[in-house]
């Protein structure tokens, strides 16, 4: 079965970080470009960072120098290193998968693959 899975959300105080891994079963990672959202109650999903199939990394600006995104091929992983997390940060996060038909620099427009979220709250 393919799917996605991400770990490490938890409880976190303003200040804190924490480290999101986005596992894959099922396919290899390497050749997809994978995406990074976050969605708060109460309003939309939202795009954050994405790692494409070339190894470009973007960020959305709100986490820009606090987020890193990185590939780990050995484990089949995709993480979201999270550092000085903001009390806006409190939301539930998605990985999403796709394999693009050629390079890519930019994130996504469409994935084959989600995963089903893993909350992080940021609170005192």
């Known amino acids: 079965q393919l799917q996605l899975v991400e770990s490490g959300g938890g409880l976190v105080q303003p200040g804190g970080s924490l480290r999101l891994s986005c596992a894959a079963s099922g396919f290899s990672l390497d050749d997809y470009a994978i995406t990074w959202f976050r969605q708060a109650p109460g309003q939309e999903r939202k795009e954050i960072s994405c790692?494409?199939?070339?190894?470009?990394?973007n960020y959305a600006d709100p986490v820009k120098g606090r987020f890193t995104i990185s590939r780990d091929s050995a484990k089949n992983t995709v993480s979201l290193q999270m550092n000085l997390l903001k009390l806006e940060g409190a939301a539930v996060y998605y990985c999403?998968?796709?394999?693009?038909?050629?390079?890519?620099?930019?994130?996504?427009?469409?994935?084959?693959?989600w995963g089903q979220g893993t909350q992080v709250t940021v609170s005192s």
């Open positions: 790692i494409t199939n070339i190894g470009s990394t």
């Open positions: 999403a998968a796709v394999q693009p038909s050629w390079p890519r620099h930019g994130c996504p427009l469409k994935y084959s693959y």
